[in-house]
C-alpha cells in the first residue's frame, strides 16, 4: 500500500511540474515567481497567461483523462488488460479518415 502511494504522489508531481512548465513555456516567458503570483505581471502577460496558456493546458489536461479513462473502459469492457482501439476497428476507420481528407 505504501509502495502505490509513493507512486501516485511521484506522478502527481510530475502532472503539476509539466503543467507549471506548460504555463510558463513560449515566447513571452514567465518564471516560477511570476506564476505563483509572487511578481505582479503586466496587463499583457495577465492576458497570455489567462487567456492563452492557462485554457490550453486544462484542455491539455482534460484531454489527456479522457484518453486515459477511454482506454480503462475498453479494457474493462473487452475484459482484455492488451485491449487497444484496433481490437473494434477504429484505428482502421481514423486511417481511412485521414486518406480521404488528404484526397479529398
Known sequence: ???SR???LVLLALLLITSL???ST????FGIHQLLHLEPLSATEQLVLVHIRLPRTLLCLGVGAILAICGAI???????????PGIIGVSGG????AALSMVV
Open 1 to 3: 500500500m505504501e509502495r
Open 6 to 8: 509513493v507512486f501516485l
Open 21 to 23: 512548465s506548460s504555463l
Open 26 to 29: 513560449g515566447p513571452l516567458p
Open 74 to 84: 475498453m479494457q474493462g469492457l473487452f475484459r482484455n488488460p492488451l485491449a487497444d
Open 94 to 97: 481514423a486511417a481511412l479518415g
